[in-house]
């Protein structure tokens, strides 16, 4: 009796297939996220009949602040692309500065339950009178950035930035590294009326 030459064929396939696989742990790959476009950057003056003016981007809308009480000046500068919205409250100093900044304070150190770190970095632009803190906190946090502004006297400005998701730092740090550059230009561009 002779075995048939595809029997041969098929004991090599197998013998060949047992001796490529390996019993190697398996290891998982990490969690990928969406990869955003981000636009150009690219800014205009806000300048709408309020007691400040700033730069902010093209790629953002603002609208009046619903919530404001009223308040003409408190706006929404909405980034659709991004989900996120950077709220902004003025108030008029009348011998309560230092009320205002400790409310500033209070509101941005609420989050120091889930943030990692705080940092502050303070602003003081002597030419336009703007003086005032930027708050960066780290880690999943509601707010990751919180800013007030001041002349000292007379003006208030404060401004908060969230997304509208569930705070996750490591796929919101591409598009909070990129805001928070805005952030920084409507700080460094805010002037009093």
């Given amino acids: 009796m002779t075995i048939p030459r595809s029997f041969y064929v098929i004991v090599v396939c197998c013998l060949m297939l047992l001796a490529s696989c390996k019993k190697d742990n ?96 303070k602003y003081v632009n002597q030419g336009n009178h703007v003086y005032g803190i930027l708050y960066d906190l780290k880690g999943n946090v509601a707010s990751p950035l919180q800013f007030f502004m001041t002349d000292s006297t007379d003006h208030f400005l404060r401004g908060s930035l969230y997304f509208r998701t569930e705070p996750n730092k490591d796929s919101l740090a591409p598009v909070l590294d990129f805001v928070r550059e805005d952030v920084k230009h409507l700080i460094n561009t805010l002037e009093w009326e």
Avoid at 40 to 56: A, I, L, N, W
Avoid at 77 to 94: A, E
């Fill in 26 to 121: 398996p290891t998982p790959k990490p969690r990928g996220y969406f990869r955003i476009a981000l636009p150009e950057k690219d800014y205009t003056t806000f300048s709408d009949g309020c007691p400040y003016t700033f730069e902010y981007p093209k790629y953002s809308k603002i609208y009046r602040d619903p919530y404001g009480d009223g308040r003409k000046c408190w706006l929404n500068i909405n980034f659709p692309d991004f989900n996120g919205n950077i709220h902004i409250s003025y108030k008029k100093v009348n011998n309560n500065l230092a009320e205002y900044i400790e409310d500033s304070r209070e509101l941005a150190y609420k989050h120091s339950v889930k943030a990692e770190a705080i940092a502050e970095k």
